[in-house]
């Protein structure tokens, strides 16, 4: 996997502008051939077995199933899923525990754009 978009993603949030986004600094950096969408954890497991993406941003709280469920999820299906967590600054604490699950990374919400390039350019480079 190079960084120069040949890089599949799969955004999972449930608020829709933050998918906008996240898209928006994926093909602002040319980090991403393919962009795929769930807005919660059941969707996001079920889009991850469809089109098994090579990096995976998702987000904490969530309807259905939450991150950290999704997470285990697609760690069942991929030990080797690239998973980076997304989270509000107040929840840091839910960070250590994805990170104990398994997460590669973390992206604190509100983004700041060269931070979330850096952090995702870090998870896809890594084995």
């Known amino acids: 996997m190079s960084v120069s978009g040949s890089v599949k ?3 999972v949030d ?4 933050m998918r ?5 600094i994926l093909i602002s950096h040319s980090l991403a051939s393919q962009i795929y969408e769930a807005g919660d954890g059941l969707a996001a497991v079920e889009t991850y077995k469809k089109f098994k993406p090579d990096v995976v941003t998702m987000d904490v709280n ?3 199933a939450d991150g950290i469920q999704a997470l285990k999820s697609i760690l069942g299906i991929n030990p080797r899923a690239k998973v980076v967590m997304v989270t509000a600054v107040e929840q840091k604490h839910v960070i250590q525990d994805a990170m104990k699950s398994g997460a590669r990374d973390y992206i604190i ?3 700041d754009r ?3 390039s850096l952090v995702i350019n870090r998870v896809i480079r890594s084995r």
């Not at 449930?14 to 502008?17: I, Q």
């Not at 906008?20 to 928006?24: A, E, R």
């Open 9 to 11: 993603f799969l955004i």
């Open 114 to 116: 060269p931070n979330v």
């Open 109 to 111: 919400k509100p983004f």
């Open 14 to 17: 449930d608020a829709s502008f």
């Open 62 to 64: 969530m309807p259905k």
């Open 20 to 24: 906008i986004v996240l898209k928006d």
